[in-house]
């Protein structure tokens, strides 16, 4: 069996040395142009030149959950494209997300420089919104809920989960955006997402609210943020993924005071469990044996 890796702007070596390791009867490569055809693909943001060429893969495994710029390629309509489902990320998220909510609530982010108590805040009326509700978002949800925040859910089906309100749809979007103060985005990046978060859709927020995207930078309108925090109508953000990444130097966002950035490293992703379970879906697609993960192309996630 022949496995080639094409990980752009991630270093290929240690992946190739952990999967030559976990499966020794194999062949595994870095891809480059021209190379032989392999029967399945490690990728993170691989180029359409390595879609054309390797036209004799199985399966496509991203070592990511968003596989929004798998998606965006011409792929072949029977190739099937698999995730991966949390493998260390969810646990991650969800201390990003805890840090930036309870950040928030809590009123933690200040240097003090006088000793002096702020006004407590009544957390029954800090509803933190959830949008999406998949393997990041049900992880996310469990955690703030021992917090005992309230709890809003968004997501593309209905749900039914223990202790939190969900919406559905897009008349529930705006119901669950006027009853969220604390909105924390974890969406895939679809052609039904992209930009999302703009200025009708921010603008139900209730005055003061705050906002995270962990998702995807093109999920916000950037400027849309930037006028709702300088209206006053929001009153911060956490912000962890951008339209362009790495974040460029002259972005407003860098010194925006009521902005906090990080490095698209909400979650960030783990070698060693992903190539666990990378190698134990290969065993099973070998065998006939269903994976999980298997992308819904036709939805995009
Ligand atoms: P999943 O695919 O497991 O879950 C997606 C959720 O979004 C589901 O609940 C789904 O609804 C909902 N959804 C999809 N489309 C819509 C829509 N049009 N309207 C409303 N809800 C919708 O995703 P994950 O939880 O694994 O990951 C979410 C995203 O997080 C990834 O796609 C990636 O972009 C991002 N990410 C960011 C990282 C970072 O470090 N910043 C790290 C890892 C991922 P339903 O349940 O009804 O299907
Ligand atoms: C992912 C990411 O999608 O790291 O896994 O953003």
């Known amino acids: 069996m022949n496995i080639c890796v094409c990980l752009t702007g991630i270093s290929p070596a240690p992946w190739v040395i952990s999967l030559r390791k976990a499966l020794p009867d194999c062949s595994v490569t870095v ?6 055809l392999a029967d399945y693909a490690v990728v993170w943001q691989p180029p359409q030149q390595f879609i054309d060429e390797q036209c004799n893969l199985q399966a496509l495994f991203s070592i990511g959950a968003g596989v929004d710029a798998i998606l965006q390629l011409q792929l072949p309509e029977n190739l099937k494209v698999i995730r991966l489902d949390d493998a260390g990320m969810a646990v991650q998220m969800a201390e990003y997300v805890c840090h930036a909510v309870i950040g928030y609530f809590r009123d933690l982010n200040h240097r003090a420089d006088v000793w002096s108590y702020r006004k407590t805040r009544d957390r029954n ?15 996310v949800i469990k955690t703030l809920q021992m917090f005992e925040y309230p709890i809003n859910v968004y997501s593309r089906t209905v749900k039914e989960i223990t202790g939190a309100d969900c919406f559905s749809g897009v008349q529930g979007l705006f119901k669950f955006l006027s009853k969220t103060d604390i909105l924390v985005n974890l969406l895939p990046l679809t052609a039904k997402t992209e930009n999302i978060l703009n200025y009708d859709t921010l603008s139900q927020l209730p005055s ?20 709702l925090i300088d209206s006053g109508h929001i009153s911060g953000a956490t912000l962890d993924v951008f339209r362009t990444e790495p974040l460029p130097d002259s972005h407003a966002f ?17 070698r060693g469990e992903s190539i666990e379970q990378i190698v ?7 065998q006939n044996k269903s994976v999980t993960g298997i992308v819904n192309r036709q939805l995009g996630y």
């Open 254 to 270: 860098w010194h925006h005071p009521k902005i906090t950035v990080t490095p698209h490293t909400a979650a960030r992703i783990l």
């Open 208 to 227: 003061g609210a705050y906002v995270i995207n962990a998702a995807r930078g093109a999920h916000l309108v950037e400027q849309d943020l930037i006028s």
């Open 31 to 36: 891809w480059e142009p021209g190379a032989g």
């Open 280 to 286: 134990s879906k290969i065993l099973c697609l070998e």
């Open 125 to 139: 009326d800090f509803t933190v919104g959830i949008m999406g509700a998949g393997v990041l978002g049900q992880r």
